[in-house]
């Protein structure tokens, strides 16, 4: 069946360090994966996402990379600063309409 | 920068009452979308809607769901005879069908008692 979900529910970083939130999905069908942000008391703010014909996507400070072989999706932050403090999902589509979420990754940054 | 944005922000209900969630999408989307967040649980899909129509919907968007857009601007989320586990965040969201990309509402918190 279709599932999108990571693998680890909290991750804690050093300011200045680098972030990597790791996300795996089982539908061998999905083309489109997302990353998104979620504040407390705030509705999921995109960040990046990728398609299926590419491995790797670079925004500003982030940089998703998938690897379509094992089926893994990982987000990476650099220079964390404390204003990514937050949770973090991946979502997958397959085509259609309906927008898959996984479970959240809450990233503590410690000052 | 344009957004979704979403009235109440929080909506306390009896048992059994309706509620109606209302969203403004932006305004040049075509594609609308409503999910539902338990509190500490992942974003769960409801509904899409397009072309005046639903495209698809979970098995969460059961009878006592329905969705419209009335006007040119509001799209709106029913819940007919609400029930205690409706409780939840609920997000609007619209689509720019060129780049996939959804954007988000802030939410509607709704507290069934």
């Known amino acids: 069946g279709e599932s999108v979900g990571l693998h680890l529910p909290t991750l804690s970083v050093q300011e200045g360090d680098n972030s990597i939130i790791n996300c795996a999905y089982s539908n061998s069908a999905s083309d489109y994966f997302i990353w998104y942000k979620q504040e407390s008391g705030k509705g999921p703010q995109f960040i990046i996402d990728?398609?299926?014909?590419?491995d790797k996507r670079q925004g500003q400070r982030v940089t998703v990379l998938l690897n379509k072989t094992v089926k893994h999706l990982s987000l990476q932050i650099a220079a964390t600063q404390p204003g990514d403090s937050a949770v973090y999902f991946c979502?997958?589509?397959?085509?259609?309409?309906?927008?898959?979420f996984g479970a959240g990754t809450r990233l503590f940054v410690k000052a | 920068e344009p957004e979704v944005t979403q009235t109440p922000s929080h909506q306390v209900t009896q048992m059994g009452q309706e509620v109606i969630l209302r969203c403004v999408p932006i305004?040049?989307?075509?594609?609308f979308y409503w999910y539902r967040q338990i509190l500490g649980q992942k974003v769960e899909f409801l509904v899409s809607f397009y072309n005046n129509e639903i495209s698809e919907k979970s098995e969460i968007f059961d009878d006592q769901f329905s969705v419209e857009r009335p006007d040119g601007s509001n799209f709106t989320l029913k819940i007919r005879s609400t029930k205690l586990e409706d409780s939840a965040m609920y997000f609007c969201?619209?689509?720019?069908?060129?780049?996939?990309?959804?954007?988000f509402g802030p939410g509607t918190r709704l507290t069934v008692l």
């Open positions: 305004s040049n989307h075509l594609y």
């Open positions: 979502a997958e589509k397959s085509g259609g309409f309906k927008t898959i």
């Open positions: 990728i398609r299926s014909n590419m």
């Open positions: 969201a619209s689509e720019d069908r060129t780049t996939d990309t959804q954007y």
